[in-house]
């Protein structure tokens, strides 16, 4: 199998790249959304990610990957309590799928020719202590959304139909993708994620060459291009780790709380939940730099993904919400 | 154009994983049965699709027929996995749905190469977006049955595939691939890379160790022109300026001068490609696709108000009654003797969920009560607007009432189904002022996007008579004003609301025309002294 594009090989975008690897270091800081045209490379970035990330123990065969054998749902039936490590699971969550499909439904084809009442699990048990990848979030049905904002929220998934009751632990860092010529997000699920970004193509030639020159080395020299790029990628995935442990003794000042809660005050971002990703981000981000505790140059790299779908939509400002927020930042933090 | 297909598919045949596949628009006729024959002619099997494809023909699944007929998981390949040339037959009917998992299959190698028969006749009937920036090529076979050609030549393509790994790319390839992009406003960085897969392959084809301007220009032509936005300045004169701009720091030397000059030359065989009328296609952005969960739809097997199950098929996509089904099945029990404790289920027992969801429309009126149409005609708008009220009334819809004068717009009366008080308000209200227009269209915005959340269908009816002279600043600047109502305009449709303009002018307005259309909605001047029949047709454009 085929490895995909390397995350380290991936010129530029850097605000994006370092979104994602924000939310590998602390999944609580909620989802990416990834806004861009067609072919600016957000889902080799997804995909990339995936290879990416450390990999992580889990009971083999538990359909909703559970690290112990306690957790494992009593529904699964399993035989083994051995655990052994696995990729990181990011699962896609393609554009018109059925309810069924999404939280697990009755295994029909069991119920009808053994008689037996047994569950399917479905992409939101696979996704559990991943990542889930929608792309074209922006033309995703209502019903599908509300279905995962409900999950997201709690954290769980519970299915009550057809005479099943069952919930099992459904925790998943929500990765969105889309272009926002064809459809707007609906506020409640833009709030869910907890980063947002902006990709474009690179604006200049030596970037874009890089650009095809590497896909095309990836395409047609595998082998040497991805042992070229591995070591790129282990040395990420080490940072994501060190980062991982470090995030617990990060000191976070009352100085950096006051700044933060003004910045979202100024910004008039709705609800509380911008000062917390604001917080969390700024605090992964410091981790991420080895700094010991969170400092003004930290919430201002991160103050404009983690707020800048929370401002109130401003019709007739074309330039993006992103400068509204750089403004403020300059502004609060001098 | 004959030639120019056919080496599209001997490239796809070549090098079918870096190409993706080709948008092929052709109407039914000759031509297009003779490319078909083309398409029998590849080494590689076909495999058939269409746009109505469910899910487990494409993914595989368990064949549930066989299943139930042997007693034991039979399990049914799908199509994407098995090794082919895709056809999908009538693309320009693909809808979002099937287009993002045919788009998820070319990402991930499933399904390679994959050819769209697109038959659209209209240029908004075409194959979506999410698929045709996937696929390399896009060939517009509709020509004359004289103009066919040659048939592909298998052996050649053979001994190309075989010499592919080893055609070599120069530095100056990728930059002239780029430059090229650049000029062309293509910003996908999809397309250099086809473009130099494409004339690798070309190079190949053509026995070539390494990838030489003839082949750049053919890749070019194939992969570049019809992804281009913008027209390049033509540069006719032989000036300096009119090389490309992002060579001249590479190298100041003679090299320079050959990029360049191969620059223009691969320029000029991708412009005497580009069709006529091909840019104004791009301009209006396409149909923007609608989310599905817009509102208005009727019949669902999902979610809303449940209807009585039917027989069918399950699919994928559907739900089977569960109970239905062993109610069906129970009578049959002996016939088919089933022993005890089990009940033996054929696939015609199956009945699928149906249900039926109606969501409510919400006409929001918009009104200029501006001066300048209090003194044409705001009062044959408001006789209009009571004919309308009457039919909304009958239909159960919502309505709500915005009007606009002065220098910003006031909503008169938020949703409501009460005839009565839309009655009072509208006669109460005043004429005089100014026309911020665009601020009347925020204000209508803004209510159609709550009406969605609370799951209404809503749809904007604008009154004015075009005269917009009051901006969203509130100053009164005629040409910032017309400007910003075609932003909001633009929003608007952006949001997939529906959008009817009525023209209160005394002479019907281009500015009101084209905003409509920027709307992507009815545009009607109202019709003097005959309010009845206005709100016929615009009874009519709502019911469509």
Known sequence: ?334 | MWDRGVLALTLLAIDPAGLGGAIIRARCGPVRDAFRECLDALPQPLLKLHPTMDDETLFGGIDLTETLTLGRLTMRKGILGRNGTAILAMAERCDATLAARLAMALDDGSLQPLIAMDEGAEPDERTPAALGERLAFYIDLNIASSDVGLLPDTAMIESARAGLASVDVLTETYETLVGLCAQLGINSQRAPLFALRAARAHAALHGHTSVTPTDIEAASALCLAHRATVLPPQPQTEEPDATPPDTNEQDTDGGNMEIGALDDRVLEAVLAILPDGLLDQFKPKGSISKGSGAGAKNKSNRRGRPKPSRPGRLSGRNRLDLIATLRTAAPWQKLRGASKGRIKVTPSDFRIKQYEEKSDRLLIFAVDASGSAAMSRLAEAKGAIELLLADAYSRRDHVSLISFRGDTAEVLLPPTRSLVQTKKRLAALPGGGGTPLAAGLIEALTMAHQARTHGMAPCIVLLTDGRANVALDGTANRAKAASDAEQIARQIRTSGTEAITLDLGNRPAKFLADLAANMDGLYMPLPRADARKMSGAVSAALEG
């Not at chain 1, 861009?36 to 997804?46: F, N, W, Y």
């Not at chain 1, 069924?100 to 699990?121: C, H, M, N, W, Y």
């Not at chain 1, 042992?227 to 976070?252: C, F, S, Y």
């Not at chain 1, 910045?263 to 509380?272: F, M, P, S, T």
């Open chain 1, 1 to 334: 199998m085929k490895q995909p594009f390397p995350f380290s090989a991936i010129v530029g975008q850097e605000e994006m790249k370092l979104s994602m690897i924000l939310t590998a270091i602390d999944p609580s800081i909620g989802g990416v959304l990834v806004f861009g045209d067609r072919g600016t490379g957000k889902s080799t970035a997804v995909r990339a990610l995936a290879a990416l990330l450390p990999q992580i123990t889990k009971i083999s065969g538990c359909p909703v990957n559970s690290e112990k054998v306690e957790d494992v749902p009593d529904w699964a039936k399993l035989e083994t309590k051995k655990s052994s490590l696995a990729p990181t699971p990011v699962v896609d969550l393609p554009l018109g799928v059925t309810e069924d499909r999404v939280t697990g439904a009755l295994d029909i084809e069991k119920a009808l020719s053994q008689g037996e009442k047994a569950f399917q699990p479905g992409l939101l048990a696979k996704a559990n202590r991943g990542y889930l990848y929608i792309d074209e979030v922006n033309l995703l049905e209502d019903h599908i959304v509300d279905l995962l904002l409900d999950v997201a929220q709690s954290g769980e998934n519970v299915v009550e139909r057809e005479g099943l009751s069952i919930r099992h632990p459904a925790r998943f860092v929500l990765v969105g993708s889309g272009n926002p010529e064809e459809g707007e997000l609906r506020p409640q699920l833009l709030d869910r994620f907890g980063l947002s970004v902006d990709v474009a193509s690179p604006k200049t030639v030596a970037e874009r060459v890089d650009v095809i020159k590497r896909r095309d080395a990836f395409e047609t020299d595998y082998e040497a291009f991805m042992v070229r790029w591995k070591a790129e990628d282990a040395l990420v995935r080490g940072q994501i780790e060190t980062a991982r442990g470090a995030i617990k003794t990060l000191k976070t000042t009352d100085a950096a709380l006051t700044d933060i809660a003004e910045l979202c005050l100024k910004l008039g971002a709705d609800g509380l939940r911008g000062e917390l990703t604001l917080l969390k981000a700024a605090r992964a981000f410091a981790a991420y730099r080895e700094d010991t505790a969170i400092g003004r140059d930290h919430i201002r790299a991160v103050a404009p993904m983690a707020l800048r779908h929370r401002l109130r939509r401003d019709p007739l400002d074309d330039a993006g919400s992103g400068v509204r927020v750089t403004r403020v930042v300059e502004d609060v933090l001098g």
